[in-house]
């Protein structure tokens, strides 16, 4: 059974900066994709960042330039660096893999974490 297990969130000020990890324990034989998504309330989930398994990334238009996404294969980790952070940037945050479990292709979900932007 695979398990996503994310941490780092936190309550921060306007301008300061948080990274997020998201770790996988378990067995899976390829990754095509791991991302972050986040949820504001009442407001549906959206897409931050995203990297393949190639190593190609893509970031939602509002975190350009302020979020990076990066990845360690050899602790099955994804990180997301958010830096300037504003208070728009408040949300729930859940990391989501693409991942091939027993030959099956899936999409597994993290628990999510609490990040506040706020003085």
């Known amino acids: 059974q695979v398990q996503l297990v994310e941490s780092g969130g936190g309550l921060v000020q306007p301008g300061g900066s948080l990274r997020l990890s998201c770790a996988a324990s378990g067995m899976f034989s390829v990754i095509n994709a791991m991302g972050w998504y986040r949820q504001a309330p009442g407001k549906q989930r959206e897409l931050v960042a995203d990297?393949?398994?190639?190593?190609?990334?893509n970031y939602a238009d509002s975190v350009k330039g302020r979020f990076t996404i990066s990845r360690d294969n050899f602790k099955s980790t994804v990180y997301l660096q958010m830096d300037s952070l504003k208070p728009d940037d408040t949300a729930v945050y859940y990391c989501?893999?693409?991942?091939?479990?027993?030959?099956?292709?899936?999409?597994?979900w993290g628990q999510g974490t609490q990040v506040t932007v706020s003085s």
């Open positions: 989501k893999w693409t991942i091939v479990v027993g030959g099956v292709r899936g999409d597994y």
């Open positions: 990297i393949t398994g190639g190593g190609s990334t």
